[in-house]
């Protein structure tokens, strides 16, 4: 142990941290050696993990070492002087170019004792660096913001000129001879590269292309709603659709199956975006789906995701346990997936083994075994299950529990010393455990394996520019699922306009979950048959949340509309 602790040269603020007994010393050294596994900072690393707050670390480090302090939600951004220091240098040191006066550079620093990071910035500026205090994740939001902001500047760019100069892979090799030559031509491709840079900018998850009678639309998925955004002539319809097949190397002489392909887009130096790519022979041609597959959305952290605090205690609770089962359930496109690789980079330390299978793997995450469902192979849910179990694992991941084999492989695994994740279709919390017994799982099995069902759907935020109060009757609230009480004590109900700001008055998207861990009571009730709505009825005994109580608090604090919350939760 001593040999490895001399192997890291812990920050002067790492050695007050154990002065000021915030940490024990062997503590500090586990913590170093894992934010190097990670490629994180120290600082980082404890307020990623949870070992301190990030607030209360930023404080201590300004007072002691007699650095400013400041707060990153009151700063202009407008301030900051561009391009002036290399991103490279930028994400590699966690530092911020805040502002420039004269020859003097204020850099945002969580660790004012990082003298590297420091140095190098001077070096690479010729400007005296001064180090500010800001909180951690406050800084590790504002570089991903001001880089995600130069991406953008760069996609942009391509909107106007040199589309057909995009960087563009493809996925596995198919056959690909015999190529109408008509596909290649700058317009078609300056088209469907903007069509994708367009995507990509707007914020959208899917991008279809329809064919039809007698015209041809493509459509995007924004915040979980379709919006159409073009339609090109029908007569170059074949030619969009044989360029993606072409992008992501699928066979474009086959027109009568499916097929399955991925385009990696190189959009930066630092930034590339993937699309899974379905398309599907329909009555006029081929429709071609393309879901957006970016790996940022996984890194989002817990407190994005949209908890109320009891459920994200729950949720970290059973995640660190050392075996059992949690399932998360809800409909295509509801956020089961970055549920899930919210745990798993929580869960993702050199001294856990994670593996995980899916149809297909979505997120892509160093440090975790990823597994590629190919049933033409053999390779099914339940045969990569077999494999995991002799592979010495921790943390399993099952994209989705489908039959009864991977559910008996699964409930096994969790019985017998690992943790075990995935995802089942039901409506809600309640209905998973009836479905795992309608499968022919036994209830003694599903009450001594699983730990915890989680049920979520996303909603629309409101846009914070353009949001309105409405004036409801109180009988309407009351009808809506809102008590006395609340009512009573007053809140405000806002709906949506529509500004330049948003996409009809709606920005973004947060979770809405109904976190429900397999208490005792629940877990006699499985073994003795209950069904979903005894289930249901223990659950809210305990006090547990339904979807539409939590979407109904999102709407109290003003963060979505009743129409949202019925959308997503009617019955």
């Known amino acids: 142990m001593a040999k490895d602790q001399a192997t890291f040269k812990p920050s002067g603020l790492a050695w007050r941290l154990v002065k000021e007994q915030l940490i ?136 106007d000129a040199d589309l057909e100069k995009l960087q563009i892979e493809g996925g596995d090799d198919e056959d690909t001879e015999n190529l109408d030559a008509n596909i290649d031509e700058a317009p078609i491709v300056r088209y469907v590269n903007k069509i994708l840079v367009d995507a990509i900018t707007s914020g959208a998850s899917d991008i279809h292309f329809e064919p039809f009678e007698k015209f041809f639309r493509i459509r995007f998925r924004q915040d979980g709603l379709l919006r159409e955004v073009a339609n090109p002539p029908l ?36 930034r590339d975006i993937d699309f899974r790519v379905n398309t599907l022979p329909t009555l006029y041609g081929e429709k071609v789906v393309l879901r957006i597959l970016d790996s940022s959305a996984a890194q989002v952290g817990i407190d994005a995701l949209g908890f109320e605090p009891e459920q994200r205690e729950n949720f970290l609770k059973a995640i660190q346990k050392p075996y059992g089962m949690i399932l998360v359930t809800g409909p295509t496109g509801s956020g089961k997936t970055v549920s899930l690789y919210t745990a798993l980079n929580i869960l993702n330390k050199p001294e856990i083994n994670i593996s995980t299978v899916e149809d297909p793997v979505e997120i892509q995450v160093a440090g975790i075994n990823q597994v590629n469902l190919n049933p033409k192979s053999g390779l099914t849910f339940a045969e990569a299950l077999r494999a995991f179990l002799r592979q010495d694992p921790d943390v399993i991941m099952v994209g989705e529990i489908r039959d009864l084999e991977t559910a008996e492989i699964a409930v096994k695994a969790a019985q017998t010393g690992h943790l075990v994740l995935s995802t089942l279709h039901t409506n809600d919390a309640p209905q998973t455990l009836t479905r795992l017994a309608n499968m022919g799982v036994p209830p003694f099995n599903i009450a001594s394996s699983v730990l915890l069902i989680m049920a979520q759907r996303l909603v629309r935020r409101l846009c914070i520019h353009c949001r309105q109060p409405l004036d409801l009757p109180r009988a309407a609230m009351l009808e809506e699922g809102f008590t006395e009480e609340e009512i009573n004590q007053g809140f405000t109900v806002y709906g949506p306009v529509g500004c330049e700001k948003c996409n009809k008055g709606y920005r973004g998207r947060i979770g809405i979950f109904q976190v429900m861990p397999i208490s005792e009571a ?23 949340s339904d979807l539409r109580q939590s979407g109904l608090r999102k709407v109290k604090a003003g963060i979505t509309s009743l129409e949202e919350v019925n959308r997503v939760t009617r019955d």
């Open 24 to 159: 024990s010393e062997s503590q500090m050294h586990a913590a170093y050696q894992e934010a190097r596994a990670k490629g994180r900072t120290f600082v980082q690393h404890l307020v990623t993990e949870n070992i301190l707050e990030p607030r209360r670390i930023a404080v201590l480090a300004s007072h002691e070492f007699g650095v400013p302090l400041l707060d990153l939600d009151a700063f202009d951004p407008g301030l900051m002087p561009m391009n002036l220091v290399d991103e490279r240098l930028i994400t590699k040191h966690r530092a911020l170019p805040l502002m420039r006066r004269g020859n003097r550079l204020f850099l945002a620093l969580s660790d004012p004792t990082n003298e590297q990071a420091i140095e190098e910035i001077r070096f690479n500026t010729g400007l005296i660096t001064e180090p500010i205090i800001v909180e951690d994740h406050k800084l590790g939001a504002a570089i991903d913001k001001t880089l995600h902001a130069q991406d953008t500047s760069l996609i942009g760019d391509f909107a």
């Open 235 to 270: 007569n170059i319809a074949g030619r969009l659709v044989s360029r993606l097949k072409v992008m992501s190397r699928m066979n474009i002489a086959e027109r009568r199956v499916p097929q399955d392909g991925r385009i990696k887009l190189k959009v930066s130096r630092t």
């Open 522 to 544: 629940t877990a006699r009730l499985i073994m003795e048959g209950g069904n979903s709505l005894q289930l249901a009825n223990q659950a809210r005994r305990e006090g547990i």
